[in-house]
């Protein structure tokens, strides 16, 4: 299968900075790339779609300001958390679709992100 | 709602023995249904996948059982070993490539 990385795999930082988290894509190229936030126990939880060169999409009541969201090629799309405050703590997970002729695209995800805000 | 049921929420089955998940959604726009494992601290991992013209399909240890006029689906692990203690999501894609989610089972497999 496709090959998603992500990183850092785990970051530490103080309230009020601001922290950036890569998704590439490593053997494929990702027109979409999709940004998830989970909590412990919980399921994933869409928090945006990211698309190369253009805007990314938001779900209703994720804060674009807050969390913004950059694909500026085709392998990598970056979210960065600006502002950062302890209830942005999370595990955080990018996402892309790879499809094949005559097959159904298949989602790929990174190794996630685990972001604490002390 | 995009929305798929999953259950039970957590499961412990005996080494040797099968873990059954279950899935269940009303949406007929979904057209793709895969299965992800994810283990503690880590991204889920695709594991198997069907479409609903297909009533089951096996790979390895993992089958899926597809019942399209009920809507439901669900995943078998057979001879289920202490490596496959993890959480499974049940997913469904639907419209530009987007995926509902199940909430997750927490499987446990006890030696």
């Known amino acids: 299968g496709a090959v998603v990385s992500q990183h850092p795999s785990w970051v530490i930082c103080k309230s009020g900075t601001s922290v950036k988290i890569e998704c590439r894509s490593l053997d494929f190229q990702a027109t979409t790339m999709f940004w998830y936030r989970q909590f412990p126990k919980q399921s994933l939880m869409l928090m945006a779609t990211s698309n190369e060169g253009s805007k990314a999409t938001y779900e209703q009541g994720v804060e674009k300001d807050k969390f913004l969201i950059n694909h500026a090629s085709l392998t990598l799309s970056t979210l960065t958390v600006t502002s950062a405050h302890p209830e942005d703590s999370s595990f955080y997970i990018c996402?892309?679709?790879?499809?094949?002729?005559?097959?159904?695209?298949?989602?790929?995800f990174g190794q996630g992100t685990r972001l604490t805000v002390v | 709602q995009q929305q798929v049921k999953q259950s039970p929420q957590s499961l412990i089955v005996q080494k040797g023995g099968i873990s059954i998940i279950n899935c269940a959604y009303e949406?007929?726009?979904?057209?793709?249904f895969p299965w992800y494992q994810q283990f503690p601290g880590k991204g889920p991992a695709l594991l198997i996948a069907i479409r609903p013209d297909v009533s089951e399909k096996k790979e390895g240890r993992f089958t899926i059982s597809f019942n399209k006029s009920a809507k439901q689906f669900s995943l078998h692990i057979m001879d289920s070993q202490p490596g496959d203690s993890a959480t499974y999501f049940c997913?469904?894609?639907?419209?530009?490539?987007?995926?509902?989610f199940g909430k997750g089972n927490q499987v446990v497999v006890i030696p």
């Open positions: 996402s892309a679709r790879w499809s094949t002729p005559g097959r159904n695209t298949e989602a790929f």
């Open positions: 997913a469904a894609f639907y419209g530009n490539n987007r995926l509902a």
């Open positions: 949406n007929t726009a979904f057209d793709y």
